[in-house]
């Protein structure tokens, strides 16, 4: 619409313009070269007008001419890189599908048809990968790594080969080198703390979880878990060290990051004696308690309280069953010490307390080996000890901690799971029916259980071995 109105007004120009010159005709006089020229006005515009034209024609053909080879270099350009983006392309799509032979095919035309190396080096080093060659691939990973606009992508495909050969050391070196040129990358400062923790740099490893949670990468609530396992593990290796102060100082943090973490109670609790407070050492079980109660929680107590009898022992017991009194760990931990302080009544009222609304066969297998031990040691009741034997085989196995990762099971708790080198990956839950299988019949066979081999046998019939969930 202004377009128009723009010409409109130039056509009203023009012909004012045009009228103007028609009722003032003028007179021109020119001399040149010995002539002499007499005309008007208009003639001498028009006259004007043509010459330009004329001129702009001549100019206009000349620059064609003057620009033709440059024009059709421009349009075989644009042809070799059309073909060239579409062989990357196939190239591409044939890495995605898994041909590697179409894919080298297409990343030699892509490399012959394009003048841009980084493309054409990432596409021949994937089809080199796809093919197995991973020599030629690392020699395009290395030449993108010396060019400061792919120097990322070829440290990255460096540091995933090295990965993949197992070589920590040099995919640390390069992890490291590419969380500097990208530092809020997540999958890069994934990989950087994976190989941290796998080689015990754990100093670094905490700056790094402190990093990722400040990109918010991380959950806050995640970072203080990892950072706790962290500090856990720093604080075995400065007792190792000697640093006993620092060690207590590390466990205290990594139990106050998260409240509820056993293995950082425990360790805290452990060192706490060991420095001579042991009430500080009690107060943090009762603490966790309240929150986490855990078998290995039990153990501790039994270990503050060393070189007292078992009767008191068993009341430091229900003192500490007392911050959680109707937890089933808080029953059985009663039910443990009574029976070794020999406290039958006790006993009994905790385990049936533990038991209540429970059917037989979903017993716990602690219940069961309980019940077994209060029969046979308060009424000598070896026939009613085997059947509770019986139902400990065939129980759900006692919880114990697992690799959710590998499915490994351990007797205590670790950063790193020593199979697969996973971190925080072990859980306390109930292992595999298997291997409860296995623990069940050495505690038949053992000699205080008082069964012979016959009954063993009838157990090991009535097992419904159930497949590892985990696995």
């Known amino acids: 619409m202004i377009r128009a109105i723009w010409f409109l007004i130039l056509i009203a120009l023009v012909s004012l313009a045009a ?17 002499k020229v007499d005309t008007s006005v208009g003639v001498l515009l028009s006259g004007v007008l043509f010459v330009s034209i004329c001129l702009t024609i001549v100019f206009r053909i000349w620059f064609f ?26 190239g591409m799509v044939a890495v995605a599908a898994g041909d590697a032979q179409e894919a080298r095919r297409q990343a030699r035309k892509a490399e012959n048809f394009l003048a841009d190396p980084p493309l054409t080096m990432l596409l021949s080093a994937q089809a080199a990968q796809l093919s197995g060659d991973e020599k030629a691939a690392s020699k395009f990973f290395e030449k993108m ?16 080969q090295a990965i993949q050969d197992g070589d920590k050391g040099v995919a640390l070196e390069l992890a490291e080198q590419a969380n500097d040129l990208h530092p809020k990358t997540d999958k890069v400062s994934k990989a950087l703390f994976e190989l941290q923790v796998q080689s015990g740099s754990w100093e670094e490893a905490e700056e790094t979880i402190r990093k990722a949670v400040k990109d918010k990468h991380l959950n806050i609530d995640v970072g203080r878990r990892r950072r706790a396992a962290i500090l856990y593990q720093r ?9 006993l102060n620092d060690a207590l100082a590390l466990a205290k943090k990594a139990n106050n990051l998260t409240p509820g973490f056993v293995p950082a109670a425990v360790r805290t609790a452990r060192l706490l004696q060991g420095a001579g407070k042991r009430r500080k050492a009690v107060s943090i079980i009762e603490e966790i308690w309240v929150k986490n109660p855990h078998p290995q929680l039990i153990d501790v107590i039994g270990e503050l309280s060393s070189g007292v009898g078992a009767q008191e022992k068993m009341r430091t017991v229900e003192t500490l069953a007392g911050y959680n009194r109707d937890h089933l760990e808080s029953h059985l931990a009663i039910a443990k010490f009574a029976l070794a302080a020999e406290m ?16 037989d066969e979903a017993l716990p297998a602690r219940i069961c080996h309980y019940m077994a031990e209060l029969e046979e040691g308060e009424n000598r009741d070896l026939e009613t000890s085997r ?37 925080d990956a072990l859980e306390w839950r109930t292992p595999p029916g298997v291997t409860r299988m296995v623990q069940v019949n050495k505690d038949i066979k053992s000699p205080s259980s008082n069964v012979n081999d016959k009954t063993l046998d009838d157990s090991a019939r009535t097992i419904d071995i159930k497949p590892d969930a985990s696995a």
């Open 65 to 90: 001419i003057r620009n033709t080879p440059k024009r059709l270099g421009k349009v075989h350009l644009d042809w070799r890189r059309k073909r060239g983006y579409k062989a990357l392309t196939q």
């Open 235 to 243: 604080s075995v290796e400065a007792e190792g060290n000697g640093r």
């Open 19 to 35: 009228v103007l010159v028609t009722d003032n005709p003028g007179a021109v006089s020119m001399y040149w070269l010995g002539y």
């Open 387 to 423: 059947e509770w034997l019986k139902k400990a085989a065939i129980a759900e196995p006692d919880s114990a901690w697992n690799c959710n990762h590998c499915g490994q099971i351990v007797a205590d708790w670790d950063p790193l799971c020593k199979h697969c080198e996973t971190f």
């Open 145 to 160: 790594s010396e060019r400061k606009d792919t120097k990322y992508l070829g440290i990255h495909g460096m540091l995933n």
């Open 344 to 359: 039958w009544h006790e006993a009994r009222e905790h385990l049936v307390a533990a038991s209540s609304g429970l059917q």
